[in-house]
């Protein structure tokens, strides 16, 4: 087969490929040179277009646009929220509703993926015109929300997102949960102080921005505390051996590992772990939080700790009476998902009544000014970055459940 | 060094599962000249028919309920795979093989697509069962080995033993061979190649049911898409070997199982999956008859 | 040769032009959601299209096209992300200025992905049917794991706040453009070499056709519309994330021009169109009951095809010359 070209054979398929002639380079020399000419825009980026029918202060109804993970990996997260949402809607409802009108829900179903979360905002905004965006729990899939809700100025809550650049920078993004740089903080003190730890490895989610930040947010706190991190690893979502990077943990010994990760993939990183002879506690974030943790990960999973939203022995009533009446609707006890999810709700429905107007920018002003609001995760003040600033729990696992081990302010 | 020794033990173990449904793909390529997508999915149903097969027997001592499940899994699989090759690619037989490979991509995508409907397994994953205590059987000098992994090599060893003997020391083993050697002259020979060619989809279909239990015993994680990923890498491996070599598909699951687990525990494991592509796109692009195959001359 | 070529010199300067006036014309994609679909189809007429060039003309099944969209798409999004969303160009308004950088950032994604497909295609076109398509899978495949590793481009989150300046007339325009260089490259001596490719490679080679050249060239053509069509949905969703480019997404560019006619652009629009329309015909039964068909009707059409009528829709025929001369005898197989 000759190499060389053939120079009587046609020289190209079709179009000038743009290295190829003469004219095209100085085309392209031509572009660059515009190019250059070019200036910073002003930074105040016009904040796109403004939906259509921003003051539907005549609307029937109240329309509440959620998003959430009801399949996929993370299926629980987005069922629990979801149910919070609706528990809290419909005592909303039944009490009269909110400036005399009822709320409707509108969900949509991401499949726990981050362009379907975008493309569902994009709908129910632009589609189904709702007031208030709710969503989403895991942060990568907020993070791909909230450009969609600053483009159309459509206030969006998030129940469960703690990575704090889902609302940095951001004018319409708001969450009613602490943020990662507080929870990373939270696992390092206890470790530190309670554990009395001072040597640990770090196994988190590459893929996942949650636990790339909780993880960073976690080492920082407790190198600063003192406490030395051993080792660095990581793993992906949906990997199934973990063993290989348990291994290189093993060899270092740590007195715990840091797995801020989800509880797919926590459960089966326990059972490995048990299985290489690692006998220490693992520690972790609130994306442990969920009924399947321990279907998966079983006994693997005793005398482990992971900082939480709520607890759900908490004896304070208002948290009682949620619980009691989420068992009577859905027969579970609620997980914090399902909590904070209820908090969302109620603060929008809040905070419109608080305005007492379905104009946009008047609610979004009403959620930036909350202030002491009651809710079961805890008293919610938005803070000038729209974030909540809460104490956090501590769970102990055992017995198969997650008990309350103790409870760290801000 | 003790780091070094359980990298080995775990990329043992998980180059076990890869040699198990390498086999099947080598088989069915080596009759049919055909890769067969749909292979991926036969070993998430071996795992999934372990698991209701679990749920709904009832419970008897460990020992025995474990084999009577992976016999069940394995000759329901081995129906499937006949069921396949009867509907979906019999018909294809003389078609160009192009359109023998976008069916079993279609079978494959049917497959794990009715097995998210809600109605079937649903998309979420599934806790398989624990039919086999999960305990550290022997700790030498810091490198454990699991009672999972142990059964996992063994397993894997008995049949890999056990296929070898039949393709190489029984009268269907080598009708098998000769219809890979040339199918046209085995059927002029009178070798049924129809009942050949089913008997190597059963075969393969089984085995990678028993990869799929084995799978789901140590990782109890199953969900409809759990083949895809390792469907591929298993199919690295049997290119690795030399496609439609049996000997090269042990090799290249092993190999692939140990580069993988070395690269994990070395490098990044981010990489995982880029190192096994890295790999096929290695071979294919230097030496695309494997480490066993032959270059095959085309007559033109 | 004369008429042929003045009808496409027509086909662009006043064709491309009105199909553009058009997008320009009919309300925006933000505001109407049926027209949202219609963009989503338009950018799949082009993947479909350029997939056609080297599977359908050229004879080569790639299972890796995903993994060029995905280099064109996150080039594209990066210069918009980096460049586009701060600075804008000297006299002109924002808008102007956005639009040209826009152009720009789409010929930018298609050039890095033509880049990429000339290296996956150097070492790969030697390889035969099944190899050759489990070669461009597994490139496709390192590309992805690469991005998601990648923290500039986003790494596993995805690439977010691209400025949202694709439009149905730039859709068009490039969909448009597709079809056009599909029919031109059909129509010409270059287009000749490739279905000679297509029809017996080794006969080719021996009466002199470079085919390792044809090959090459057809596989970079492709892989430039292919990475436009990336920037432009890039641009589209705002948000760019490795599991938009799984090799799911290659299979179901596959599927469309299998549907279509292994061998037929035009069929290969419709195939396009008709499974973007597919899906959000579906989707209001599966928001309602959670049953996603998509996927099931996806692959058991593909099998419906392959058992029953394998050449596609349209075969190798053309909705263009379907009048001019009678339909030669249809192959009973695909190529």
Redesign the interface.
């Known amino acids: 087969?000759?190499?060389r070209?053939?120079p009587h054979?046609?020289t190209?398929?079709?179009?000038h490929?743009?290295f190829a002639s003469r004219r095209a380079c100085l085309l392209l020399l031509a572009?660059a040179l515009?190019?250059g000419?070019?200036?910073?825009?002003s930074s105040a980026?016009s904040g796109?277009?403004a939906t259509?029918g921003g003051g539907h202060a005549d609307a029937a109804e109240i329309l509440f646009g959620e998003v959430s993970s009801?399949?996929g990996p993370e299926a629980t997260f987005g069922q629990s929220q979801s149910r919070g949402i609706a528990l809290a809607v419909r005592e909303i409802n039944e009490a009269g509703g909110v400036l005399g009108r009822p709320i409707r829900v509108i969900t949509?179903?991401n499949?726990g993926?981050?362009?379907e979360s975008?493309?569902a905002a994009?709908?129910l905004i632009?589609?189904d015109k709702v007031h208030v965006l709710l969503g989403e729990v895991a942060s990568?899939r907020s993070?791909?929300m909230?450009?969609?809700a600053e483009?159309h100025r459509v206030p969006m809550i998030s129940p469960a997102s703690t990575n704090p650049r889902v609302t940095e920078g951001k004018h319409w993004v708001f969450r009613v949960c602490f943020i990662d740089p507080f929870q990373g903080l939270v696992m390092a003190k206890f470790a530190r102080e309670e554990l009395g730890v001072s040597r640990v490895a770090v196994l988190r989610d590459?893929?996942?921005?949650y636990s790339v930040g909780l993880a960073s947010f976690f080492i920082r706190a407790f190198e600063d505390l003192g406490g030395t991190v051993l080792i660095d690893q990581s793993y992906?979502?949906g990997d199934i051996d973990f063993r290989s990077q348990l291994t290189e943990i093993r060899a270092k010994q740590p007195e715990a590992i840091y797995v801020p990760g989800y509880y797919t993939d926590v459960g089966l990183i326990a059972r490995q772990a048990r299985e290489l002879g690692l006998a220490v506690p693992l520690l972790g974030g609130d994306g442990w939080d969920s009924s399947k943790l321990f279907e998966i990960g079983g006994e693997a999973m005793e005398g482990s700790f992971f900082s939480n939203h709520y607890s759900f022995e908490n004896p304070d009533p208002v948290v009682q009476t949620f619980i009691q009446k989420y068992r009577e609707a859905y027969g579970e006890v609620p997980d914090a998902l399902a909590a904070l999810g209820y908090d969302a709700a109620r603060l929008a429905a809040d905070a419109i009544e608080r305005v007492g107007t379905l104009e946009r920018s008047a609610i979004r002003y009403a959620l930036a000014t909350t202030r002491n609001f009651r809710g079961v995760t805890g008293t919610i003040t938005i803070d000038e970055d729209h974030n909540s600033v809460k104490p956090a729990v501590v769970l102990k696992i055992r017995g198969g459940k997650a008990t309350f081990a103790t409870s760290i302010e801000p | 060094m003790t780091e070094f020794l359980q990298h080995l033990v775990n990329g043992l173990s998980l180059g076990s599962v890869y040699a198990l449904i390498a086999l099947g793909y080598t088989m069915v390529y080596g009759v049919l000249?055909?890769?067969n997508f749909a292979h991926a999915e036969i070993f998430m149903l071996g795992a999934f028919a372990g698991y209701y097969a679990a749920s709904w027997l009832p419970a008897f001592s460990r020992e025995p309920r474990f084999l009577v499940i992976l016999s069940l899994a394995m000759a329901v699989c081995a129906f499937l795979g006949v069921v396949i090759e009867r509907f979906?690619y019999r018909?294809?037989r003389d078609?160009?093989?192009?359109?023998a490979?976008?069916?079993a991509?279609?079978?494959s995508?049917?497959i794990?697509?009715?097995g998210?409907?809600?109605f079937f397994m649903g998309p979420s994953p599934r806790f398989f069962p624990e039919l086999i205590p999960n305990v550290t059987l022997a700790s030498i000098g810091g490198v454990a080995l699991g009672s999972l992994q142990a059964v996992t090599l063994a397993a894997a060893l008995v049949l890999m033993v056990g296929l070898h003997r039949l393709v190489f020391h029984t009268r269907l083993g080598t009708a098998m061979r000769a219809v890979s050697f040339d199918g046209k002259t085995a059927a002029l020979m009178g070798i049924d190649t129809n009942r050949v060619i089913a008997l190597t989809f059963m075969v393969g279909s089984a085995l990678a049911a028993a990869a799929g239990i084995l799978v789901g015993l140590s990782y109890p994680r199953i969900e409809p898409t759990m083949g895809?990923l390792l469907g591929?890498k298993a199919?690295?491996a049997a290119?690795l070997g030399g496609i439609g070599n049996i000997r090269g598909a042990m090799v290249g699951g092993m190999t692939i199982g140990l580069v993988e687990t070395m690269a994990v525990g070395y490098g990044?494991s981010?990489?995982r999956?880029?190192v096994s592509?890295?790999i096929?796109?290695l071979v294919?692009?230097f030496k695309?008859s494997g480490i066993f195959g032959r270059a095959v001359t085309?007559k033109? | 040769m004369k008429g042929r070529a003045a009808s496409g010199w027509a086909w662009a300067f006043l064709g491309l032009p009105l199909f553009g006036l058009l997008g320009w014309l009919l309300p925006s994609h933000?505001?109407s959601?049926f027209m949202?679909v219609v963009g989503l189809a338009g950018i799949n007429v082009i993947l479909a299209v350029s997939l056609h060039i080297v599977c359908g003309l050229t004879g080569q099944?790639s299972l890796g096209h995903a993994g060029f969209m995905a280099v064109g798409g996150y080039t594209a999004a990066l210069f918009g992300t980096k460049?586009i969303?701060?600075?804008?160009?000297?006299?002109l308004s924002?808008p102007a200025?956005d639009t040209i950088?826009f152009l720009?950032a789409t010929?930018l994604g298609g050039?890095a992905a033509?880049i990429a497909g000339l290296l996956v295609g150097l070492?790969?076109l030697r390889?035969r049917?099944?190899?050759l398509?489990?070669?461009t899978?597994?490139?496709a495949?390192?590309i992805r794991?690469?991005i998601?590793?990648v923290e500039t481009l986003g790494?596993?989150?995805?690439l977010?706040?691209i400025p949202?300046l694709t439009n149905l007339f730039w859709i068009f325009f490039w969909a448009g453009t597709t079809v056009l260089?599909a029919k031109?490259?059909q129509e010409?001596?270059?287009g000749r070499?490739?279905l000679a490719i297509r029809e017996d490679e080794?006969a080719a080679?021996a009466v002199?056709v470079?085919?390792?050249?044809?090959k090459v060239?057809?596989f970079?053509?492709s892989s430039f519309f292919a990475g436009v069509a990336g920037a432009l949905l890039g641009y589209y969703?705002?948000?760019?994330?490795p599991?938009?480019f799984i090799?799911l997404r290659s299979?179901e560019v596959?599927v469309m021009v299998?549907l279509g006619g292994m061998g037929s652009a035009s069929g290969a629009v419709l195939a396009a169109i008709l499974l973007t329309a597919l899906p959000e015909a579906l989707r209001p039964l599966?928001?309602h009951t959670?049953?996603?068909?998509?996927?099931?009707i996806?692959?058991?059409l593909?099998?419906a095809m392959?058992?029953l009528r394998?050449h596609g829709m349209l075969g190798r025929r053309e909705l263009w010359s379907l009048r001019r001369r009678k339909t030669a005898p249809q192959p009973e197989?695909?190529?």
Do not use: W
């Open positions: 087969m000759s190499k070209r053939n054979a046609p190209g398929v079709g179009q490929r743009p572009i515009a190019l000419a070019c200036e910073k825009k980026r796109g277009r259509s009801l399949t949509y179903d499949q993926k981050p362009t975008a493309a994009n709908r632009v589609r990568s993070l791909a909230a450009p969609i483009e590459v893929r996942n921005d992906s979502a | 000249q055909l890769i979906a018909p294809l078609s160009p093989r192009l359109n490979l976008i069916t991509m279609g079978v995508m049917l794990q697509a009715i998210q409907l809600p895809v591929l199919f690295v290119v990044s981010s990489y999956d880029a592509f890295g096929l796109i294919l692009v695309p085309e033109v | 933000t505001e959601y949202y099944f460049v969303a701060e600075y804008k160009l000297l006299y924002e200025s950088l720009f010929l050039t033509a070492p790969s390889l049917g099944d190899y398509a489990i070669v899978l597994g490139f495949e390192i794991v690469v998601e590793n790494a596993a989150t995805g977010v706040g949202p260089y031109r490259l010409s001596t270059h070499a490739l080794i080679e002199g470079d085919t390792t050249g044809y060239r057809a970079v053509a969703l705002t948000i760019l994330t599991k938009d090799f299979v596959v299998v599966r928001e959670g049953v996603d068909l998509r996927m099931v996806y692959a058991a593909l099998l392959m058992l394998p197989v695909a190529p």
